[in-house]
């Protein structure tokens, strides 16, 4: 079993909609958790870090649930650009390797 | 500054040839890692490096050797190339102590037939 895993989806939804989708983790010693983008058939990119108590950028936010090992992204408002696949990786302490999830597709219709 | 760079950017391979990947980053980066992505699949590690002329496997090292004799390359070779290796290689780098935050290369699409 992967160590992260994902809904592939996809998500279709039109702008302006809310978003939101999971991940799960096996490893309880994953310590750090970061949501990475990756657009049709280019190399990706970090997003945001992920943090027990929520971590919000712009139209993001992102959360962490210990207890129930999983992770969620939401989108507000979202835009055409927003249309990506995103991944969500876990670290764990003193590792120099990152766990990947196999991604979330996430399609934004006009 | 290129950040990651990675050649060639197509390639196609009959079963049995080999190749090398090459890779560069100019960040003066410590920590390289090469992976592969599969539909379905996510990215998965290969080998990496966590300085000049150290390298060790990763998730799925099988068919695949790796040199880094500079700082600022990482090689990827294939021997005898199969057509289980078709896929996207995707070269990546990062500081000491913030392996979190990778920078990724613009990729390989490799076919093997």
């Known amino acids: 079993r992967k160590e992260v895993e994902q809904d592939p989806g996809p998500f279709n939804v039109p702008e302006g909609a809310t978003v939101a989708f999971n991940c799960t983790y096996s490893?309880?010693?994953?310590?750090?958790f970061f949501w990475y983008r990756q657009d049709c058939r280019k190399e990706p990119k970090l997003l945001m870090s992920?943090?027990?108590s929520g971590n919000e950028d712009g139209r993001f936010t992102a959360q962490l649930n210990r207890a129930s090992q999983y992770i969620s992204l939401l989108i507000r408002d979202s835009k055409l650009s927003d249309s990506a696949t995103y991944l969500c990786?876990?670290?764990?302490?003193?590792?120099?390797?990152?766990?990947f999830g196999a991604g979330t597709t996430v399609t934004v219709r006009a | 500054n290129a950040g990651v760079t990675q050649t060639p950017k197509f390639r196609v391979l009959k079963t049995g040839q080999s190749m090398t990947l090459l890779c560069a980053q100019d960040?003066?980066?410590?920590?390289m890692y090469w992976y592969r992505q599969d539909p379905g699949m996510g990215l998965r590690l290969i080998h990496y490096?966590?300085?000049?002329?150290?390298?060790a496997k990763g998730e799925v090292p099988d068919g695949y050797n790796v040199s880094r004799l500079k700082k600022q390359n990482f090689l990827l070779g294939l021997e005898s190339a199969a057509p289980s290796q078709t896929s996207v290689y995707f070269c990546?780098?990062?500081?000491?102590?913030?392996?979190?935050?990778?920078?990724f290369g613009p990729g390989t699409r490799l076919t093997v037939t």
């Open positions: 960040m003066n980066h410590e920590y």
């Open positions: 990786v876990g670290s764990r302490s003193n590792d120099y390797k990152l766990s």
């Open positions: 992920v943090y027990s």
């Open positions: 490893n309880s010693a994953s310590q750090s």
């Open positions: 490096s966590v300085g000049e002329g150290t390298t």
């Open positions: 990546a780098s990062t500081r000491r102590g913030a392996s979190y935050e990778q920078y």
